[in-house]
């Protein structure tokens, strides 16, 4: 790659004293202009190990570990079981480039998901925000108290749904209806009928049982809450 980087100003966020374990590394760097981040999207593809995440001339980089990862790959495998027992669809496009070139905002979030409307981008190989709805849901893992705040992003990109998942408990957020800040929710957007926020007790399951054995626990607890909603 031939661009050089701003230096550092804030170099290494590995939360290390918050919480127990390192689960990403992070690098925040400043005065980084929006052709930087683009040619920097270009130049490294979509193969990178690192995400990427931009906004007012901040550039963060984000590398995941295992403990990172981890979650997010079940998460999906969840997220699958839920939509099979619903009996809907979805389309899962894990760490999506996603821009607002007007703004000059962007990132890669941990995973995404269409699922109200993924009818609308059903075999769309080239999704443009500008013609596309962005995902419905958007799951992100941050561990670091230190990490670049990312709503500002979401909020330019008209994401309506965010998962945050911190310490091994879930945040559920809304955009608002003036499409102007996210507000903490206590249902789902996606799967208002469901618990959602039990998802994490089946993250920390699968580390004990298996990961399939979770996803297979997940599905009777969803056949469960169903019975008992048709009962009312």
Same mark, same amino acid.
């Given at each position: 790659m031939t661009t050089a980087l701003p230096k550092t100003n804030a170099a290494l966020s590995t939360a290390t004293s918050a919480a127990p374990l390192t689960t990403e590394i992070r690098v925040l760097l400043e005065g980084v202009s929006w052709e930087t981040f683009e040619q920097l999207l270009e130049e490294t593809g979509d193969q990178r190990h690192q995400r990427f995440a931009y906004r007012d001339g901040l550039l963060e980089?984000?590398?995941?570990?295992?403990? &990172?990862?981890?979650? %997010?790959?079940? =998460? +999906?495998q969840l997220l699958a079981a839920i939509i099979d027992e619903l009996e809907l669809e979805f389309r899962s496009l894990g760490s999506l480039t996603m821009k607002n070139p007007k703004q000059k905002k962007g990132l890669e979030p941990d995973c995404c998901f269409y699922i109200q409307n993924e009818a609308v981008v059903r075999g769309? +190989?080239?999704?443009? =925000? $500008?013609? &596309?709805?962005?995902? +419905? @849901?958007?799951?992100?893992? +941050?561990?670091s108290n230190s990490s670049l705040? #990312? =709503?500002? %992003? !979401?909020?330019?990109l008209k994401v309506?749904?965010?998962?945050? @998942?911190? !310490?091994? *408990?879930?945040?559920? !957020? &809304?955009?608002?209806? $003036?499409? *102007?800040? !996210?507000k903490t929710q206590d249902k789902s957007l996606a799967f208002s009928? @469901?618990?959602?926020? $039990? @998802?994490? /007790? =089946?993250? $920390? /399951?699968? #580390? #004990? %049982?298996? /990961?399939r054995a979770a996803v297979r626990e997940l599905a009777k607890r969803v056949r469960q809450v169903l019975a008992d909603l048709a009962k009312d």
């Open positions: 980089i984000m590398v995941p570990l295992a403990g &990172h990862e981890e979650p %997010i790959r079940l =998460f +999906d769309v +190989d080239a999704l443009d =925000f $500008e013609v &596309h709805p962005p995902p +419905d @849901l958007v799951i992100e893992v +941050d561990n705040n #990312k =709503f500002p %992003i !979401y909020t330019a309506p749904e965010i998962w945050r @998942l911190r !310490y091994g *408990s879930m945040t559920i !957020y &809304h955009l608002n209806a $003036e499409q *102007s800040e !996210y009928q @469901l618990p959602v926020q $039990e @998802l994490p /007790q =089946f993250v $920390e /399951q699968a #580390k #004990k %049982i298996g /990961q």
